[in-house]
């Protein structure tokens, strides 16, 4: 993705092949920063201080901390520690698990002396692989918007997303918001309302940065507009990613998606859920009661982080001093809201057939209720 | 209502009789300060920039403003242009205009020299009877409250609000608050989960510190959470507000009112309104079509207010600059969604039949379809 002059992905390996570099998506939209994490400590830390997030980035980055803990100690002892230290810092994005395993069973039957490379191989090949997939993820939403826009003969398609599911959260091209860049670049006029996403802010600070810098047409609204706007008839369709979805279709994806999918089904708005097949918990069938949801820190809903005037990034108290506060990061939206999954094999019903369908190779063991 | 040791209104004439006094809310919950408005302009500042706010009390701020008007100009041109100017300042808030109407016919056949004084008088009586009204609602509300602490052998009732419908939106009491208020005196164990309510924050920074000073327990969620809790079983009722109500029983609220309804009737989670009939638009059936909807700046939406470390009060700027935003200030929620509408003179369905069996008198040209 193109900033300024300079085309980025959120992950690099470092020139001297001892560190990975990350864009600091915590100083955004208003500091563009790159950092270095030399140690899986620093990785550890990105990801769980969400420098960088989303479930697709956050699998990359993790990939390639298991490759810096090799490097420093190659045994079987560290592998594991790593794996286990690395899939503690977000209990609800279902492939750093994926990201992680995939590591472990390409270096596990390796001498310790080839083991660092082979796991930065494999680190760059997931992230390779994750450019691909959102491309695809692209094409095939692509297709979803020309449709209504074709229906609306042209006029402006105007798009709801929630959180950034953009290509800050993967390496590039993102899942939700990969369609949309497809769809403007080949000159279907599109219009994205961005949820800002309390508490982190995401939408305002990641997904209007993303489209900005793009170029979309794109308006901020509070997390408790899209209701009214879907009732007015501003909104022609949804499109969120997504942290785990389950075989039978019931997507985790950041708190919030479950009531814009409510007002969605309320209003007739087609509600879509964009995902690499890897964000697909192929175990669990019931999202509501089982994927894990993480509690974050109260001080995300008492505090917000903004930019005074002499540019400086604050901290500001929101709430009374001493006031309380809970912060589940994520809901559930059930499958029976989701009007259908946009993945990299093309598009299917949020359920079990939908998902067999397109990934028949997933329709054995796993897929057994 | 309490402060400290001192009972507080929300507005009271000044000693001096030349001036209305008000409690800040701007500065809420970071600072405690009263404000003096003496001329309409500064009664409309207020009311436009949300010094106060909340239907209750917007309508008597506004008797006020004419009270003062009349003290420098008691003329018919004066009465009419003060009605007009502060009708103006709020669009979507009923009783504002019901407060106006009420003073000038208190007003209109007197002699010049005794107009201001009726004006004065009349914002009194609005007053106190909103007092009056507001106890009634929360004795009523109490109610309902005490069968579900029954219901659950005692155990706490959670009850999820919006925005801010406490003491601090009437003149006192409150109307979704209030049978909060006297439930928790009553020994009934409630806790409170507050929305945060963007773009002002009325849940953290007003809902919360009504809470915490009246000693109720009180957890603060941003908006997005409210869904997550209902499908998890940690709401038992969800209170809110109302700025204008149809005779149809559609509830126009703050912004996000919506989605919480939504995600209450998915969850079987009763979901209630609050309001004096000085609330209700009889003139109004279907509110979506029928209730215009206030937008306010975008900037609210861009930034957010709260205290640095230092304990000033700074605006941050939350997205890029230059980002677009748009700040519609209410939404509506059906009456299908309403389980019940909480009044002066009991709880009753969110229908025409409901308000007519408890509001007989308006059963006649205005209830006409």
Aim: with cysteine; glycine share 10%.
């Amino acid at each position: 993705m193109r900033i300024g002059d300079t085309w980025y992905r959120t992950i690099w390996p470092s020139d001297d092949g001892v560190a990975v570099e990350i864009i600091d998506q915590t100083f955004l939209p208003h500091v563009f920063s790159v950092r270095r994490l030399e140690h899986i400590e620093e990785v550890a830390e990105a990801i769980r201080t969400m420098r960088v997030r989303g479930a697709p980035l956050i699998g990359a980055t993790a990939a390639y901390g298991v490759g810096l803990a090799l490097l420093r100690d190659p045994s079987n002892g560290s592998l594991h520690r790593a794996e286990e230290f690395l899939a503690a810092t977000r209990p609800t994005a279902v492939n750093l698990r994926w990201a992680l395993a995939r590591v472990r069973s390409a270096v596990e039957s390796l001498p310790a002396g080839e083991r660092a490379r082979a796991a930065w191989e494999t680190a760059a090949k997931i992230c390779d692989e994750d450019v691909s997939i959102c491309r695809r993820i692209g094409e095939h939403g692509a297709v979803l918007m020309r449709k209504i826009s074709t229906r609306k003969c042209g006029e402006t398609v105007h798009v709801l997303t929630h959180c950034n599911a953009g290509w800050l959260a993967t390496v590039d091209w993102g899942t939700a918001l990969a369609p949309i860049y497809m769809s403007h670049d080949a000159g279907v006029a599109v219009h994205v309302w961005v949820d800002e996403t309390r508490p982190r802010n995401q939408g305002a600070s990641l997904t209007a940065f993303e489209l900005g810098s793009h170029g979309v047409p794109h308006t901020l609204i509070v997390d408790n507009a899209g209701g009214h706007l879907m009732q007015r008839g501003l909104v022609d369709m949804c499109i969120v990613g997504t942290d785990r979805t389950t075989a039978d279709g019931d997507v985790a994806n950041k708190i919030g998606t479950y009531l814009k999918a409510l007002a969605a089904r309320d209003n007739s708005v087609p509600f879509f859920v964009a995902l690499p097949s890897t964000t697909v918990d192929w175990a669990a069938a019931d999202g509501v009661s089982g994927i894990p949801i993480e509690e974050r820190s109260p001080e995300e809903v008492t505090t917000a982080r903004g930019r005074v005037g002499d540019g400086a990034l604050v901290d500001v108290a929101i709430a009374p001093d001493g006031c309380r506060a809970y912060n589940p990061a994520f809901d559930v939206t059930p499958a029976r809201l989701v009007t259908g999954l946009i993945t990299e094999r093309g598009v299917c019903a949020a359920s079990r057939d939908g998902l067999s369908h397109l990934f028949p190779e997933r329709g054995g063991l796993e897929l057994a209720p």
